[in-house]
Antibody, heavy 119, light 106 residues
Framework: QVQLLQSGAELRNPGASVKVSCKAS????????IHWVRQAPGQGLEWMGW????????NYAQKFQGRVTVTRDTSISTAYIELTSLSFDDTAVYYC????????????WGLGTLVTVSS | DIQMTQSPSSLSAFVGDRVTITCRAS??????LNWYQQKPGKVPKALIF???TLQTGVPSRFSGGGSGTEFTLTISSLQPEDFATYYC?????????FGPGTRVDI
């Protein structure tokens, strides 16, 4: 079955960076897209960006441009998101989710990674 | 960016009730509208894609409709396990955007 296994919770100081991983299994990693969606405590869902694992093509929400990088390692079927210059507002659960190549709906989600920014 | 709105923001209903949630887009998104269910403390779950197609395994009491700028999610007979927040999401163009959610209390 499809699984997206995310790395564990992270605690960072303001101004620091964080990198979260998402290991895919149960399907062909290069046959779907990987997206990153975050959810601040008590808030809604916010799309951050996506990557095409097949060719590395990617797109980011304007809000995060310059601060976010999504990468992948096809040899281990893993995608990553790195967010720099963290502020308290970046405290959230970060989800990876996959979508078909034919559409941008999220059919499977990882369990989420809590990133806490605190001094 | 395409703005997504949902109404109502919350509702309370009885088991067995028919419930309808509306999602509106700030511009036409054709049929590129998806619905998700999120229970407290849990991961979002895909319910419907392309406005009206049920994801595999989703009960048939859920249905979706609409096109252009107005869409609906209907639960034909509300069950206790349907207590959750429901989000719509447009997949017409980047950036992909979500509605603010509708909380359904039983």
């Amino acid at each position: 079955q499809v699984q997206l296994l995310q790395s564990g919770a992270e605690l960072r100081n303001p101004g620091a960076s964080v990198k979260v991983s998402c290991k895919a299994s149960g399907y062909s990693f290069t046959d779907s897209y990987i997206h990153w969606v975050r959810q601040a405590p008590g808030q809604g869902l916010e799309w951050m960006g996506w990557i095409n694992p097949n060719n590395g093509g990617r797109n980011y929400a304007q809000k995060f441009q310059g601060r976010v990088t999504v990468t992948r390692d096809t040899s281990i079927s893993t995608a990553y998101i790195e967010l720099t210059s963290l502020s308290f507002d970046d405290t959230a659960v970060y989800y990876c989710a996959k979508s078909p190549k034919t559409a941008y709906n999220f059919d499977h989600w990882g369990l989420g990674t809590l990133v806490t920014v605190s001094s | 960016d395409i703005q997504m709105t949902q109404s109502p923001s919350s509702l309370s209903a009885f088991v067995g009730d028919r419930v309808t949630i509306t999602c509106r887009a700030s511009q036409s998104i054709s049929g590129y509208l998806n619905w998700y269910q999120q229970k407290p403390g849990k991961v979002p779950k895909a319910l419907i894609f392309s406005a009206s197609t049920l994801q595999t395994g989703v009960p048939s009491r859920f249905s979706g409709g609409g096109s252009g700028t107005e869409f609906t999610l209907t639960i034909s007979s509300l069950q206790p396990e349907d207590f959750a927040t429901y989000y719509c999401q447009q997949s017409y163009t980047f950036p992909l955007t979500f509605g603010p959610g509708t909380r359904v209390d039983i």
